[in-house]
Each structure stands twice: as structure tokens, then as C-alpha cells.
């Protein structure tokens, strides 16, 4: 296995406050890891800090080998790391098309056609709905849009806040089907997570985060049946499951 992302010792906040601190985590190429903690944790800081969009207090953020803490988002994004924030940000007046286009515009135009292919390919939903405005998808097919907008750019780590937030049970399945599938293409992902059920059955491993410091990490199976993470985040029991 080779590693994807090296945390270490990360600390990052806003202004004077570190709210991240000390963080350390490996993150393996193609793995899947969920980021779970209670809100305020600081689990968007971290994932902020990792795409550079915060203030960087200490620490290395080591990724494919190479120092990128202080380099800018853009430069970051540049060497393939992609972050999906929380919240819908597409352009819900064009069509679905149409915000593929403008999830290109950082790529030089011959290879337009050819990354809207490849997204359109991994989700044929895309195609289908081509010339729907993408505010009339439904908020599944909305939260995949957003995840092919970033995809278009071939990230080889995929920084994902809430991804399944707001959506029905159902749409919730079908983002992280869509998860898995995009980790199944090599790609890195770390994604953060009310539905910690849901979230730890698709991961690989888990990092819990408690007042902006690691509590525990581990495989995803041993994250979900240990008993403080049953209590604080699985309503105190859990189903078994077959995954
Ligand atoms: N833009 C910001 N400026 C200042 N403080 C912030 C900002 N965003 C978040 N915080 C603070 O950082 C802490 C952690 O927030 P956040 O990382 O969003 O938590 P989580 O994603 O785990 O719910 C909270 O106390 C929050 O108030
Ligand atoms: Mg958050």
C-alpha cells in the first residue's frame, strides 16, 4: 500500500484560535475513511485545512510525499486534492450540462470533452439528465453533481463534508454507493459524516475527532462496534450487519 495523505501533527483554526490540534492521521491510496465527531468537533477545519482554506497553525500535511501545508488551494488542487464542501453550491439555474462545462474551466479546453465523458460515464444519471437545470435534480442527484464537478478534475484525493446531509435514506444509499465507486477508481477519499452508520460500512477506516483532537482511530469494523462509539454516535446499539 502506498500512503496518499500524511497528517501530521496538523493544528489549523481561524484567526488566533487553533481549533484542530496536534492531529495526526495516515490515509492509504484508495481507501475509504470516515471522519466522525460531534458537531463543533472541528471535523470542517480539518478537512479546510487540508485543502488550505483556513489558517494553518503547526504541523505537516504530507501528500503523496510532499509538504503542501503551505502551499495556496489552488496549488493543492493543482497535485489533485479535491474538496467537496458542505451545502450545495452548483449553478441551480443551468443545466446539468451546463455545470459540467463550468466544472471545467481550470482545465485547458481540449480536455473538456473527454472529463465530462469519464464523470458522465462513472454516473450515466449526468447524461440522462443532461439538459435538466440542476436545481430541479433531486438533492441525491444534486450531491453527485457536486462530487462530478470536483471529479472532472481528476483529484486523487477526495475531501467530501456531509455529502449525504438532508437527503432521504434512500438518496443517502445512493451517495455512498457513489462513494465507494469513485474509491474503487484509486481515488483517496476522506468524508465527513452525520449518518455514522451509514458512513462506517462503506469505510476502511474511521478517525474520531473530539475538541479538535484525535479520540480514537481505527479499521471502520473496530471503530463501529466499540462501546463509546455505539453510545455517542450509533444511539446505543447497533444492527449486525453483513458488510
Ligand atoms: N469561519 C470560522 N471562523 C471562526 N470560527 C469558526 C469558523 N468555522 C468554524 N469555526 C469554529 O470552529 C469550531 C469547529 O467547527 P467545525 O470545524 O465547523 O466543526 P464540525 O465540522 O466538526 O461540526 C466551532 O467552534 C466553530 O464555531
Ligand atoms: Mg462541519
Known amino acids: 500500500m502506498t500512503v496518499a495523505l500524511d497528517l501530521v501533527s496538523v493544528s489549523a483554526g481561524y484567526g488566533d484560535n487553533p481549533i484542530v490540534r496536534e492531529f495526526s492521521a495516515t490515509l492509504e491510496t484508495g481507501t475509504i475513511t470516515t471522519l466522525i465527531g460531534g458537531n463543533g468537533a472541528g471535523k470542517s477545519t480539518l478537512l479546510r485545512a487540508i485543502y488550505g482554506t483556513n489558517r494553518f497553525f503547526g504541523g505537516r500535511i504530507l501528500f503523496k510525499g510532499e509538504a503542501i501545508e503551505r502551499l495556496p488551494p489552488w496549488e493543492r488542487l493543482k497535485r489533485g486534492v479535491g474538496f467537496v464542501p458542505q451545502g450545495r453550491c452548483n449553478f441551480p439555474h443551468m443545466s446539468v450540462d451546463e455545470n459540467l462545462k463550468m466544472g471545467c474551466y481550470t482545465l485547458p479546453g481540449a480536455r473538456?470533452?473527454?472529463a465530462i465523458a469519464r464523470v458522465t460515464g462513472l454516473f450515466p444519471m449526468l447524461r440522462q439528465k443532461a439538459r435538466i437545470e440542476a436545481g430541479n435534480l433531486s438533492g441525491g442527484e444534486q450531491q453527485i453533481l457536486e462530487m462530478a464537478m470536483v471529479l472532472l478534475l481528476e483529484p486523487s484525493l477526495l475531501l467530501l463534508d456531509e455529502p449525504s446531509l438532508g437527503l432521504s435514506p434512500r438518496m443517502q444509499g445512493d451517495v455512498?454507493?457513489?462513494v465507494q465507486q469513485i474509491a474503487s477508481t484509486g481515488v483517496t477519499v476522506l468524508?465527513?459524516?452525520?449518518?455514522?452508520?451509514g458512513a462506517l460500512l462503506?469505510?476502511?477506516r474511521a478517525l474520531v475527532m473530539e475538541q479538535g483532537r484525535k479520540f480514537m482511530e481505527g479499521p471502520a469494523t473496530e471503530v463501529r462496534t466499540d462501546p463509546r462509539i455505539r453510545q455517542a454516535y450509533l444511539g446505543g446499539n447497533i444492527q449486525p450487519t453483513a458488510a
Open 176 to 178: 455512498f454507493t457513489t
Open 191 to 197: 468524508v465527513v459524516e452525520q449518518n455514522v452508520r
Open 202 to 204: 462503506i469505510s476502511d
Open 112 to 114: 473538456h470533452e473527454a
